[in-house]
């Protein structure tokens, strides 16, 4: 760019001054393609710069000045032509330019380039990610990946902050995030990402110690809660849940008798769409509902899944899930389901529901036969001391799959197919774990 500046210039006529300009300088500060910017790829959270300058006049370089999202990051003071400069990053979208200064003071500036950093190091990156989320970035055709293990600082003041709309690919690479801490009465839904977008895949992480409580009450309105997500349209892979608690407690009033609010609760997801897939997942965490609806309600709650109109597959539930409340329906694996499969999974989780017109099943709760029925192929429940019930007044077992006990599952590693291995290191007290877990 070219920059003219002029000053005033006083002329005195007929008795009276007039100003006019002149020209004082120019000082030019021009784009020039001929020096080269180019950016390496980002890795571990650092990026390398390196400029080729000009030496306008072979009088000698004097600095080069590096620039990121138009902050001065480094000034380098050197005659080299050729200058590197590696920069930490941030997780987002930056835009970098260099400017080169001669000994004679001639300036030319390159040309922006834009780069992104979507890896996730450290709670900072993770508060950005949130962030740009919840201001409108779906992450649309973005992978996000995770590098570390993160440790979130989860208490009532540290929320994890629910994404609304995610709609690209989160890798955790294995890798694990602990202490997420969700907690209210002003959300209907509650979960780490409310809505999974078709398409969009979350996979490969483990979540441990997670603290899920949601107490939202409206009247006539059913809530969502889950660990990771509440509405899924999308592919749910590879997700561990180690440890914690997901609860939801609901009390209102209902009188309308074509309204059924309540509670859909599930670890993963609290509802699993009809292009959901949610596949080689698990759930250690204890879920519990507590719905108090004077009136007419329905409640839901699955050891994975709340309510199921997609499909689960190679998944297994060894958290406990306990219910009290009016017409609630609790399965190991699904606590209710329209249409959808359910294919070589198994629970092993005591199942206690309190509640009249209330129903457990060992792998499903209630498929509702009026519309397309669930079907499931290849899953277990076992009995002994992993399948307790509560049979309350008018309560009565529901859909369960195949029964078989707890010493027969802890050999079925093959059985359940190739997504399976024996837990020969004893991680899941003898039961099959999913080949990915080690």
Request: proline share 1%; hydrophobic share 30%; aromatic share 10%.
């Amino acid at each position: 760019q070219s920059h003219t500046i002029y000053y005033p210039k006083g002329i005195q006529y007929n008795g009276k001054i007039y100003y006019t300009t002149m020209k004082l300088d120019t000082i030019e500060i021009n784009h020039d393609l001929d020096i080269k910017l180019e950016i390496s790829e980002v890795k571990n959270k650092t990026v390398l710069l390196t400029a080729n300058g000009i030496d306008i006049g072979a009088v000698g370089i004097k600095s080069y000045k590096f620039y990121i999202d138009n902050k001065l990051e480094r000034q380098i003071d050197t005659d080299n032509k050729i200058q590197s400069f590696s920069v930490p990053t941030t997780f987002g979208e930056h835009e970098v330019y260099v400017i080169v200064e001669n000994k004679k003071g001639d300036i030319r500036k390159s040309q922006s380039i834009k780069f992104s950093d979507y890896t996730i190091k450290t709670i900072d990156d993770i508060n950005t990610f949130t962030t740009l989320a919840n201001n409108g970035e779906t992450f649309k055709g973005k992978t996000i990946t995770l590098i570390e293990n993160i440790e979130l600082d989860g208490n009532l003041e540290n929320q994890w902050q629910t994404i609304e709309n995610f709609e690209g690919i989160l890798d955790g690479k294995y890798h694990s995030i602990d202490n997420v801490y969700i907690s209210g009465n002003s959300n209907q839904t509650m979960s780490m990402f409310k809505n999974l977008a078709e398409g969009a895949i979350i996979k490969n992480i483990k979540l441990k110690n997670v603290y899920i409580n949601n107490e939202y009450s409206i009247e006539k309105e059913d809530t969502y809660t889950a660990c990771l997500v509440c509405n899924n349209r999308g592919k749910i892979e590879n997700i561990g849940i180690e440890s914690g608690v997901i609860n939801t407690t609901k009390t209102t009033i209902n009188t309308q008798t074509n309204i059924y609010p309540g509670a859909k609760i599930g670890s993963i997801a609290a509802m699993n769409l009809e292009t959901g897939e949610i596949k080689q997942c698990y759930n250690k965490a204890k879920i519990t509902s507590k719905t108090q609806i004077e009136g007419y309600a329905m409640s839901c709650a699955g050891g994975i899944i709340g309510v199921n109109l997609g499909t689960i597959e190679n998944s297994y539930n060894i958290g406990k899930i306990e219910t009290t409340g009016i017409q609630t329906f609790a399965g190991g694996i699904i606590g209710y389901s329209n249409k959808g499969e359910i294919n070589n999974s198994y629970n092993i989780a005591e199942i206690i529901i309190q509640g009249e017109n209330s129903i457990a099943g060992g792998i499903l709760g209630r498929n509702e036969t009026s519309a397309e029925p669930v079907t499931i192929n290849n899953s277990y429940y076992s009995v002994g001391d992993y399948a307790y019930y509560d049979w309350s007044e008018n309560g009565y077992i529901g859909i369960v799959g195949s029964k078989i006990s707890n010493e027969q599952l802890k050999t079925y590693s093959s059985i359940l197919g190739n997504s399976y291995k024996e837990d020969e290191n004893n991680i899941n007290n003898g039961y099959p774990i999913l080949k990915w877990q080690e």
